[in-house]
Antibody, heavy 115, light 110 residues
């Protein structure tokens, strides 16, 4: 069965960095676009970034452009999100999701940015 | 401010039929398909409807989707207490060249 498991979240101070990982299993990882989607506490869903099957194409929400970098390792069936210059408004649960149409989601990894 | 507009809340009694709207513009809903997600309290979102009106395997046929012009709608018939959740619509936006979400609708089963 399809499984996505995020890791790497935690508490960091403003300006610091964090790297999230998403381990995929149960499907041919290299056949699918992958995404990061976040949800701030008590708020709705916000798409953050996507990456193509090869990793050559990626796109970012304006709110994270220039600070976040998405990447993937198809051999290791893993998706990553390097987050630099973190701000308080980056505090959220970060989900990795397959697709579109985002047909499978991980359980999420909580990132808290606070001094 | 979300790109797609949903009512913040909806409610119904068990057995009732409820509908949740999702409004967009020509660059998103009109030009592409709409997907719906259900997020039960404390859990990750789950795909409920894709390509406007298709149900993934395992989703009860009480859930249905439709689209007309720049609006889409999710209908839930035979409402059950376990349907109490947040519901989100999403579509691809040709102008932004990215996916966009609605702000979400909190469904309460009275």
């Amino acid at each position: 069965q399809v499984q996505l498991v995020e890791s790497g979240g935690g508490l960091v101070k403003p300006g610091e960095s964090l790297r999230l990982s998403c381990a995929a299993s149960g499907f041919t990882f290299s056949d699918y676009y992958m995404n990061w989607i976040r949800q701030a506490p008590g708020k709705g869903l916000e798409w953050v970034s996507y990456i193509s099957t090869s990793g050559r194409t990626h796109r970012y929400a304006d709110s994270v452009k220039g600070r976040f970098t998405i990447s993937r390792d198809n051999a290791k069936r893993s998706l990553f999100l390097q987050m630099n210059s973190l701000r308080a408004d980056d505090t959220a649960i970060y989900y990795c999701a397959r697709g579109p149409p985002f047909d499978f989601w991980g359980q999420g990894s909580l990132v808290t940015v606070s001094s | 401010q979300s790109v797609l507009t949903q009512p913040p809340s909806a409610s119904g009694t068990p057995g009732q039929r409820v509908s949740i709207s999702c409004s967009g513009i020509s660059s998103n809903i009109r030009s592409d398909t709409v997907n719906w997600y259900q997020q039960l309290p404390g859990t990750a979102p789950k795909l409920l409807i894709y390509s406007n009106n298709q149900r993934p395997s395992g989703v009860p046929d009480r859930f249905s989707g439709s689209k007309s012009g720049t609006s889409a709608s999710l209908a839930i018939s035979g409402l059950q207490s376990e349907d109490e959740a947040d519901y989100y619509c999403a579509a691809w936006d040709d102008s932004l060249n990215s996916p966009v979400f609605g702000g979400g609708t909190k469904l309460t089963v009275l």
